[in-house]
């Protein structure tokens, strides 16, 4: 009896590699011809502000601050959404993906705001602590004071969408 599960085990692992890989000539699952199906939807388009966000949220050195995946998921907690680990850049475009709401955007770097204030106030205590590093920390609050100016920026320049806007209309 224990043999027919294995067996049947065996046979539903062997069917679910054949269907999710390519197996190759030397029996190796060849992933690059059969992408994983979960990024399929990283295709969707997202909003055009999202790369200007990329390039500056992500990078420490325009931003002032590191936002690891874990505090872009809690950022997207924070404001009831559920997005999954991956890339940060992949969460990124997956938090603003349909955003159609100026008050969406205002919520979400309101969120984003709480984290890098956090890091600011860590960055304040070093530099009192740390006399010396006080002007490398400074350079890095007037990095996150730029980054969330930028937000501001992002949330003016915002056009909602309405549903029942129709651009042939125009």
Sequence with gaps: MINNNMDDLRAEFDKFVHDKCDISEDGSCDTEENPDRGDEVDDEPYPGFVDELQERLLAPSQSGVYLSRIDIKRV???IDESIPIKE?????KALFRHTTKREYLSTAFAEFNKHMNGR???YKEL???????KEIFEGHINK???T??????IVNDYEEIVPTFDPMMI
Aim: proline residues 4%; aromatic residues 8%; hydrophobic residues 45%.
């Design 144 to 146: 996150v004071e730029k």
């Design 88 to 92: 940060r850049d992949k969460m990124l």
């Design 76 to 78: 997207a907690e924070g």
């Design 120 to 122: 600011v106030l860590i």
């Design 148 to 153: 969330q100016k930028l937000f501001d920026q």
């Design 127 to 133: 530099a009192e602590a740390f006399p010396s590093s």
